[in-house]
């Protein structure tokens, strides 16, 4: 929202600076981004026109002789609107200005222009930098003051306040008027809205009618009969440009103009254009098309609130208007409407044409019924002002059922020190509210019945009051205290804790974690092969959008979305996780949620250097991880061989701690490769399942153990055993014999020499005791005693 002050002064004495202003309401919770100042004119003043005779060599220029009241010079001038007796924007020689042909700013010097000395240069808006006319001079008004700096009459200060979505009322003008008049103890002066009425009564010339009133809460219009289509006064085109918005004519700029200073959008119709001189507000009928402003067709729904003439739809209810009603030079009378439309039923209309304009952003948020008669008014008797014409006598005015009453809002001295934990005095109070525009009445000791003003939609209950009070008198004024209540004590989330702390081991471990919205397709899920077809995940009711529209139920299909998005990028290593939720149907109930971890590794194993080799990611290194994270953990986990559709055959493991499940570690399928487009020849994955992990955590913290300091004893074993048996089980049994302090798998073999249905396992063992160095009759001992518990649990022998 640009703010320019000299617009503001109107209405309420500034008598502070710019820099001042902006902090105190940015203190007043009305941040203002930037302060800007327009100006900085050198050597331009507002001159007067006192002769203009034509150029002795050229048809479309002329002489004009400008005075600034102390000198007259003469000067060439192209503009079709220079005139004698014109106040006009004066350039001397020196000033610097933009140069249209260079297109960029330049000191003013003497000029020879087909022969005759030009000494200076009447300015059109482009030049000072005021708008991207080039078409004429600007027109000053006929009191300005000659022989005034330019930068004193015209240069200006503009706040750019950034607005919270709720306070619709600073998108106005008079709205931030009423909080600086708070702010710095002024009063407001309300604009005049007086105009003169003739001729028969509008409600004898149009009928309007509002058949969907649970949409339009309040539809009011009056009719101006006899204007003269043109450009705005200067004035009027300079608030607008000023404001950032562009001058089109003195009937549109008028609506333009009263929107930004009341907050109420407007819209004005060529009157002779409604069929019938009926308007009826209702929804659009199936197949309905209007063609709007911006000359696009559009194919109207039921969902869509119109405004429509005896026949057709002639505009979109607080969006925009229709091209057949259209404002044009040609235009003579013109019914304007101010009206109060459904906020949400104008930001879906709004969307689903994908037109966002200056009115849907202030009927979206929810504008008071009040405002509209009040508004149409003003707008009324500017249009008179601007354009001639002849108002009808009274306006239409049609309410719906609802009423317009003005929210009541009580107010007692208990909450507000309930809430800011001081007394604020009553008087202090009751004058805040008067500052602001609220009005209230004492309903008994202590309490205020406080009626909010038209132009605040966002005051409803006792706690935006407060708000109200604290913020006008400062929230430096809020003493600091100690809490009236302890602090509560923390509760301790372990799964949050255990999430966190796997994060961190593995981004110490080089993988990088990515962040994915929980919804997805069931194409992406089928695509991983985790869609059942039987328990569909949760749908979305109203989805951000076709791809993200159902929870997911895996982390896979994102993270591995990820690998692909990112492959092309170079040779690897690519090593990404993902913390999140999956949500798993439950029939008749919510889905769900599971903490689970995903991780992907694929490319090259190392950064692309001639002192590596070019392996590849593997397996085994998304094991290595799933073992080292673990390890870190505490927990003792298994490995076992499993089948899972999205891994490949084979190399799929399940891991495990006891019977419980704490994730999967695999390669993928080349199939889901090949249907995500993944062109790495291998990509190794695993999950981790939060919950159960963190019920296989020990229940003792882990005990410092220090290094050992006699030499250990190291036997290699090849043992044979069953095809069914695994490492991970003999690995355990070898653990649990005493005196052994690790073991190490180096080779799994089968095929000649072995018996069918057997695998040797070759195993470094490492024999050590803490308080003295083993002989080797003890290890040999202690080896003996280990094959026979293998043999009689395993069935294992040792390999001849």
């Given at each position: 929202?640009?703010?320019?002050?000299?617009?503001?002064?109107?209405?309420?004495?500034?008598?502070?600076?710019?820099?001042?202003?902006?902090?105190?309401?940015?203190?007043?919770?009305?941040?203002?981004?930037?302060?800007?100042?327009?100006?900085?004119?050198?050597?331009?003043?507002?001159?007067?026109?006192?002769?203009?005779?034509?150029?002795?060599?050229?048809?479309?220029?002329?002489?004009?002789?400008?005075?600034?009241?102390?000198?007259?010079?003469?000067?060439?001038?192209?503009a079709p609107n220079v005139a004698t007796g014109l106040k006009v924007c004066f350039a001397k020689i020196g000033a610097n200005l933009y140069n249209t042909h260079t297109e960029r700013h330049e000191p003013l010097a003497v000029a020879?222009?087909?022969?005759?000395?030009?000494?200076?240069?009447?300015?059109?808006g482009l030049e000072l930098g005021l708008g991207d006319d080039h078409s004429g001079i600007i027109e000053l008004p006929e009191d300005a003051p000659t022989g005034a700096l330019l930068n004193d009459y015209l240069g200006d200060t503009v706040l750019d306040l950034e607005l919270t979505?709720?306070?619709?009322?600073?998108?106005?003008?008079?709205?931030?008027?009423?909080?600086?008049?708070?702010?710095?103890?002024?009063?407001?002066?309300?604009?005049?809205?007086?105009?003169?009425?003739?001729?028969?009564?509008?409600?004898?010339?149009?009928n309007i009618s509002v058949a969907n009133p649970e949409l339009c809460r309040r539809y009011t219009a009056s009719l101006i009969q006899g204007v003269k289509i043109g450009p705005s006064p200067q004035w009027l085109q300079d608030r607008l440009t000023s404001a950032g918005l562009r001058p089109i004519s003195n009937v549109v700029d008028v609506t333009n103009f009263v929107m930004l200073e009341y907050n109420q959008p407007l819209h004005s119709f060529d009157f002779d254009l409604i069929k019938d001189a009926t308007i009826i507000v209702r929804r659009a009928k199936p197949s309905e098309t209007l063609t709007t402003l911006d000359g696009a067709e559009r194919k109207l729904s039921a969902e869509n609130l119109v405004i429509a003439d005896a026949n057709d739809p002639i505009g979109l209810g607080g969006v925009i208007g229709g091209a057949n009603s259209e404002i044009s030079d040609g235009t003579v009378n013109v019914l304007l409407e101010a009206a109060t439309f459904n906020g949400s039923n104008n930001r879906e209309t709004a969307q689903s044409m994908e037109l966002r304009t200056e009115a849907t952003l202030r009927f979206e948020k929810g504008l008071r019924p009040e405002l509209a008669p009040i508004a149409l008014r003003r707008a009324t008797a500017l249009i008179q002002e601007v354009a001639g014409g002849t108002v009808a006598p009274g306006i239409v005015d049609i309410i719906s059922d609802e009423g317009i009453d003005a929210p009541v809002v009580p107010l007692t001295s208990e909450k507000i020190k309930r809430m800011l934990g001081m007394e604020v005095p009553a008087k202090q109070v009751e004058e805040t509210l008067d500052a602001l525009g609220f009005t209230w009445e004492s309903a008994s000791k202590g309490e205020?019945?406080?009626?909010?003003?038209?132009?605040?939609?966002?005051?409803?209950?006792?706690?935006?009051?407060?708000?109200?009070?604290?913020?006008?008198?400062?929230?430096?004024?809020v003493p600091t205290t100690m809490l009236s209540s302890p602090i509560p004590f923390q509760q301790p989330m372990p799964i949050m804790g255990l999430?966190?702390?796997?994060?961190?081991l593995l981004a110490a471990a080089g993988i990088q974690e990515v962040i994915n919205y929980p919804l997805v397709t069931?194409?992406?899920?089928?695509?991983?092969?985790?869609?059942?077809?039987?328990?569909?995940?949760?749908?979305?009711?109203?989805?951000?959008?076709?791809?993200?529209?159902?929870?997911?139920?895996?982390?896979?299909?994102?993270?591995?979305?990820?690998?692909?998005?990112?492959?092309?990028?170079?040779a690897g290593p690519f090593r990404l996780f993902e913390a999140g939720r999956t949500f798993h149907p439950r029939k008749g109930d919510l889905p769900e949620e599971h903490e689970t971890i995903a991780v992907v590794l694929a490319g090259l194993r190392h950064e692309p250097s001639w002192l590596e080799d070019e392996s590849l990611l593997d397996f085994y290194d998304a094991k290595g991880v799933v073992e080292s994270v673990l390890e870190r953990l505490g927990v003792a986990a298994t490995y076992?061989?499993?089948?899972?559709?999205?891994?490949?055959?084979?190399?799929?493991?399940?891991?495990?701690?006891?019977?419980?499940?704490?994730?999967?570690?695999?390669?993928?399928?080349?199939?889901?490769?090949?249907?995500?487009?993944l062109n790495q020849p291998q990509v190794a994955a695993f999950e981790l399942y939060l919950a159960p992990i963190l019920a296989a955590l020990p229940s003792s913290q882990r005990q410092f153990e220090p290094l050992p300091i006699y030499p250990s004893a190291t036997r290699d074993l090849a043992l044979v055993v069953p095809s069914d048996v695994?490492?991970?089980?003999?690995t355990q049994l070898i653990l649990r014999h005493r005196g052994i302090d690790r073991v190490e798998l180096f080779d799994i073999y089968a095929g000649e020499n072995i018996d069918a249905g057997s695998k040797s396992l070759a195993f470094h063992v490492y024999f050590q005791a803490r308080d003295r160095t083993l002989t080797n009759e003890e290890v040999n001992r202690s080896l003996d005693g280990l094959l026979r518990t293998l043999e009689r649990e395993l069935n294992a022998i040792l390999r001849a």
């Open positions: 929202m640009r703010l320019p002050l000299s617009w503001l002064k109107q209405y309420v004495d500034v008598d502070i600076p710019a820099q001042e202003l902006a902090h105190r309401l940015t203190m007043a919770g009305i941040e203002v981004g930037e302060v800007e100042v327009i100006g900085g004119w050198n050597e331009v003043f507002v001159g007067q026109v006192t002769d203009v005779r034509p150029h002795p060599n050229a048809d479309r220029l002329r002489l004009c002789v400008v005075t600034t009241g102390t000198e007259e010079m003469e000067v060439v001038c192209g020879k222009i087909r022969g005759v000395e030009s000494q200076g240069m009447i300015c059109s979505p709720n306070r619709l009322d600073c998108l106005s003008i008079l709205g931030v008027a009423h909080e600086v008049a708070a702010l710095t103890g002024k009063k407001v002066k309300e604009p005049v809205a007086d105009y003169k009425e003739s001729g028969a009564p509008i409600i004898e010339q149009i205020l019945k406080v009626t909010v003003p038209y132009w605040r939609n966002d005051v409803n209950i006792e706690e935006d009051l407060v708000e109200e009070v604290v913020r006008t008198i400062g929230y430096d004024a999430r966190d702390q796997i994060k961190d069931l194409e992406q899920l089928e695509q991983v092969e985790q869609l059942d077809q039987l328990a569909l995940p949760l749908r979305m009711a109203n989805p951000m959008s076709s791809d993200r529209e159902y929870l997911r139920t895996t982390l896979r299909a994102s993270v591995l979305a990820n690998l692909a998005s990112n492959q092309g990028h170079s076992e061989s499993a089948d899972d559709l999205g891994f490949h055959p084979g190399r799929c493991a399940v891991i495990k701690a006891d019977k419980a499940v704490l994730g999967m570690v695999g390669e993928i399928h080349p199939a889901v490769k090949e249907r995500l487009s695994t490492a991970g089980r003999v």
